[in-house]
Protein backbone atom coordinates (compact mmCIF):
# COMPACT_ATOMS: atom_id res chain seq x y z
CA UNK A 1 0.00 0.00 0.00
CA UNK A 2 1.22 3.34 -0.83
CA UNK A 3 1.38 5.47 2.81
CA UNK A 4 3.79 7.00 5.21
CA UNK A 5 4.51 4.21 7.87
CA UNK A 6 6.38 4.48 11.02
CA UNK A 7 7.99 2.54 13.94
CA UNK A 8 6.96 1.72 16.44
CA UNK A 9 3.63 2.69 17.09
CA UNK A 10 4.09 2.89 20.96
CA UNK A 11 7.11 3.49 22.75
CA UNK A 12 8.17 3.16 26.68
CA UNK A 13 11.21 4.13 27.88
CA UNK A 14 13.09 5.51 30.90
CA UNK A 15 14.66 8.92 31.09
CA UNK A 16 18.08 9.31 29.81
CA UNK A 17 18.01 6.51 27.31
CA UNK A 18 18.60 7.23 23.47
CA UNK A 19 15.75 6.09 20.85
CA UNK A 20 14.84 6.28 17.49
CA UNK A 21 11.79 6.58 15.64
CA UNK A 22 11.50 4.99 11.64
CA UNK A 23 9.75 6.66 8.81
CA UNK A 24 9.16 5.64 5.62
CA UNK A 25 7.61 6.79 2.78
CA UNK A 26 6.58 5.25 -0.85
CA UNK A 27 4.56 7.84 -2.52
CA UNK A 28 7.48 9.63 -4.20
CA UNK A 29 7.52 12.57 -2.15
CA UNK A 30 10.54 15.02 -2.47
CA UNK A 31 9.99 16.52 1.33
CA UNK A 32 9.36 14.51 4.73
CA UNK A 33 8.46 16.36 8.70
CA UNK A 34 8.29 14.89 11.89
CA UNK A 35 5.77 16.71 14.23
CA UNK A 36 5.18 16.77 17.66
CA UNK A 37 1.58 16.62 19.28
CA UNK A 38 1.31 17.30 22.79
CA UNK A 39 -1.22 16.18 24.76
CA UNK A 40 -3.20 19.59 24.00
CA UNK A 41 -3.75 18.42 20.80
CA UNK A 42 -1.53 20.69 19.50
CA UNK A 43 0.75 19.98 16.13
CA UNK A 44 4.01 21.60 16.41
CA UNK A 45 7.03 21.71 13.21
CA UNK A 46 10.10 19.67 14.42
CA UNK A 47 11.95 19.58 11.01
CA UNK A 48 11.13 19.76 7.55
CA UNK A 49 13.87 17.80 5.15
CA UNK A 50 14.14 17.15 1.48
CA UNK A 51 17.24 16.60 -0.57
CA UNK A 52 18.09 20.18 -1.05
CA UNK A 53 17.56 21.52 2.81
CA UNK A 54 16.91 21.02 6.38
CA UNK A 55 15.02 23.02 8.04
CA UNK A 56 15.33 22.77 11.87
CA UNK A 57 12.99 24.52 14.21
CA UNK A 58 14.73 26.63 16.23
CA UNK A 59 12.51 25.72 19.78
CA UNK A 60 13.30 21.82 18.90
CA UNK A 61 16.31 20.48 21.66
CA UNK A 62 19.57 19.40 20.22
CA UNK A 63 18.97 16.15 21.41
CA UNK A 64 16.73 15.76 18.65
CA UNK A 65 18.29 15.00 15.67
CA UNK A 66 16.73 13.55 11.78
CA UNK A 67 18.51 11.18 9.68
CA UNK A 68 17.58 10.55 6.19
CA UNK A 69 19.86 7.69 4.80
CA UNK A 70 17.80 8.19 1.77
CA UNK A 71 14.75 10.53 0.03
CA UNK A 72 12.20 7.71 1.27
CA UNK A 73 12.99 7.79 4.82
CA UNK A 74 13.93 10.25 8.09
CA UNK A 75 14.70 8.92 11.25
CA UNK A 76 14.21 10.91 14.26
CA UNK A 77 16.94 10.38 16.89
CA UNK A 78 16.34 11.07 20.36
CA UNK A 79 19.18 11.38 22.89
CA UNK A 80 18.96 11.65 26.81
CA UNK A 81 15.53 11.80 26.90
CA UNK A 82 13.40 13.53 29.38
CA UNK A 83 9.73 13.07 31.30
CA UNK A 84 8.62 16.53 28.75
CA UNK A 85 9.60 14.05 25.22
CA UNK A 86 6.59 12.49 26.10
CA UNK A 87 4.03 13.01 23.24
CA UNK A 88 2.80 11.98 20.18
CA UNK A 89 5.66 12.06 16.86
CA UNK A 90 4.11 11.93 13.56
CA UNK A 91 5.81 11.88 10.44
CA UNK A 92 4.50 13.35 7.00
CA UNK A 93 5.73 13.35 3.81
CA UNK A 94 4.68 15.99 0.38
CA UNK A 95 5.68 16.98 -2.88
CA UNK A 96 7.72 19.73 -2.64
CA UNK A 97 6.88 21.88 -5.67
CA UNK A 98 3.67 20.81 -4.22
CA UNK A 99 3.49 21.69 -0.78
CA UNK A 100 0.06 23.72 -1.27
CA UNK A 101 -1.72 20.13 -1.51
CA UNK A 102 -0.83 18.94 1.94
CA UNK A 103 0.98 16.15 3.64
CA UNK A 104 0.32 12.69 3.79
CA UNK A 105 0.72 12.21 7.85
CA UNK A 106 2.27 8.67 9.38
CA UNK A 107 0.22 7.07 12.23
CA UNK A 108 2.24 8.42 14.49
CA UNK A 109 4.43 7.31 17.43
CA UNK A 110 3.13 7.46 21.30
CA UNK A 111 6.19 7.89 23.03
CA UNK A 112 5.62 7.91 26.56
CA UNK A 113 8.97 8.82 29.38
CA UNK A 114 9.04 7.15 32.63
CA UNK B 1 6.03 34.04 15.28
CA UNK B 2 3.69 33.32 12.44
CA UNK B 3 0.85 31.82 13.89
CA UNK B 4 -2.40 29.86 13.18
CA UNK B 5 -4.86 30.62 15.70
CA UNK B 6 -8.25 28.41 16.17
CA UNK B 7 -11.13 29.32 18.08
CA UNK B 8 -11.61 27.95 21.39
CA UNK B 9 -13.51 24.84 21.98
CA UNK B 10 -14.95 22.47 22.74
CA UNK B 11 -17.95 23.26 20.64
CA UNK B 12 -21.12 21.01 20.42
CA UNK B 13 -23.93 21.01 18.13
CA UNK B 14 -26.78 18.82 17.54
CA UNK B 15 -27.15 16.39 14.89
CA UNK B 16 -28.42 18.07 11.20
CA UNK B 17 -27.06 21.57 12.52
CA UNK B 18 -24.43 23.64 10.94
CA UNK B 19 -20.81 23.87 12.94
CA UNK B 20 -19.01 26.54 12.21
CA UNK B 21 -14.85 26.58 13.10
CA UNK B 22 -13.08 29.33 12.28
CA UNK B 23 -9.12 30.41 12.45
CA UNK B 24 -7.15 33.17 11.78
CA UNK B 25 -3.45 33.65 10.81
CA UNK B 26 -0.56 36.48 11.22
CA UNK B 27 1.33 35.59 7.93
CA UNK B 28 -0.12 37.68 5.47
CA UNK B 29 2.90 36.13 3.41
CA UNK B 30 0.49 32.71 3.59
CA UNK B 31 -1.17 31.16 0.22
CA UNK B 32 -2.82 28.36 1.20
CA UNK B 33 -4.79 26.97 4.01
CA UNK B 34 -6.18 23.49 5.10
CA UNK B 35 -8.67 21.75 7.10
CA UNK B 36 -7.45 18.58 8.72
CA UNK B 37 -9.65 16.39 10.72
CA UNK B 38 -8.18 14.13 13.99
CA UNK B 39 -9.97 11.28 15.13
CA UNK B 40 -9.03 10.01 18.70
CA UNK B 41 -5.89 8.06 18.38
CA UNK B 42 -5.67 8.31 14.96
CA UNK B 43 -3.58 10.78 12.67
CA UNK B 44 -4.99 14.18 10.86
CA UNK B 45 -6.00 13.76 7.60
CA UNK B 46 -6.61 16.40 5.07
CA UNK B 47 -10.31 17.53 4.31
CA UNK B 48 -10.21 20.36 2.69
CA UNK B 49 -7.92 22.73 0.84
CA UNK B 50 -8.61 26.64 -0.57
CA UNK B 51 -6.01 29.41 -1.58
CA UNK B 52 -8.33 31.86 -3.40
CA UNK B 53 -10.47 34.57 -1.28
CA UNK B 54 -13.96 32.81 -1.08
CA UNK B 55 -15.96 30.02 -0.60
CA UNK B 56 -14.97 26.64 -1.71
CA UNK B 57 -17.67 23.56 -1.28
CA UNK B 58 -17.12 19.88 -1.45
CA UNK B 59 -20.19 17.76 -0.20
CA UNK B 60 -21.21 18.98 3.60
CA UNK B 61 -18.07 21.05 4.06
CA UNK B 62 -17.64 24.80 2.70
CA UNK B 63 -14.46 26.36 3.36
CA UNK B 64 -14.20 30.17 3.45
CA UNK B 65 -11.17 32.29 2.87
CA UNK B 66 -10.62 35.85 3.46
CA UNK B 67 -7.45 37.12 2.62
CA UNK B 68 -7.70 40.65 3.94
CA UNK B 69 -8.90 39.51 7.23
CA UNK B 70 -6.75 36.95 7.71
CA UNK B 71 -9.74 34.69 8.26
CA UNK B 72 -10.59 30.93 7.15
CA UNK B 73 -13.24 28.90 8.16
CA UNK B 74 -14.89 25.46 7.83
CA UNK B 75 -18.75 25.19 7.55
CA UNK B 76 -20.23 21.37 8.16
CA UNK B 77 -23.81 20.69 7.22
CA UNK B 78 -25.52 18.43 8.37
CA UNK B 79 -23.92 17.60 11.37
CA UNK B 80 -23.11 13.76 12.10
CA UNK B 81 -21.69 12.24 15.09
CA UNK B 82 -19.40 10.71 12.62
CA UNK B 83 -17.88 14.43 12.22
CA UNK B 84 -17.22 14.62 16.37
CA UNK B 85 -13.48 14.85 16.16
CA UNK B 86 -10.67 17.64 16.31
CA UNK B 87 -10.36 20.09 13.51
CA UNK B 88 -6.88 21.67 12.63
CA UNK B 89 -6.91 24.41 10.83
CA UNK B 90 -3.41 24.99 8.93
CA UNK B 91 -1.41 27.20 6.73
CA UNK B 92 1.59 26.75 4.34
CA UNK B 93 4.35 29.75 5.41
CA UNK B 94 5.96 31.56 3.27
CA UNK B 95 9.14 31.23 1.90
CA UNK B 96 11.23 28.06 1.08
CA UNK B 97 10.33 25.93 3.75
CA UNK B 98 6.83 24.63 3.09
CA UNK B 99 5.82 24.06 6.42
CA UNK B 100 2.26 23.47 7.52
CA UNK B 101 1.80 25.55 10.59
CA UNK B 102 -1.34 24.29 12.89
CA UNK B 103 -3.54 26.14 15.32
CA UNK B 104 -4.20 24.25 18.44
CA UNK B 105 -7.40 22.98 16.93
CA UNK B 106 -11.44 22.72 17.99
CA UNK B 107 -12.69 19.60 19.43
CA UNK B 108 -16.24 19.23 17.65
CA UNK B 109 -19.07 17.01 19.12
CA UNK B 110 -21.92 16.22 16.80
CA UNK B 111 -24.86 15.39 19.48
CA UNK B 112 -27.68 12.40 18.81
Known amino acids: DTAVSQTPKYLVTQMGNDKSIKCEQNLGHDTMYWYKQDSKKFLKIMFS???????INETVPNRFSPKSPDKAHLNLHINSLELGDSAVYFC?????????????FGSGTRLTVV | QKEVEQNSGPLSVPEGAIASLNCTYS??????FFWYRQYSGKSPELIMSIYSNGDKEDGRFTAQLNKASQYVSLLIRDSQPSDSATYLC????????????FGSGTQLTVLP
Open chain 1, 92 to 104: ASSPYEQGGYGYT
Open chain 2, 27 to 32: DRGSQS
Open chain 2, 90 to 101: AGISSGSARQLT
Open chain 1, 49 to 55: YNNKELI
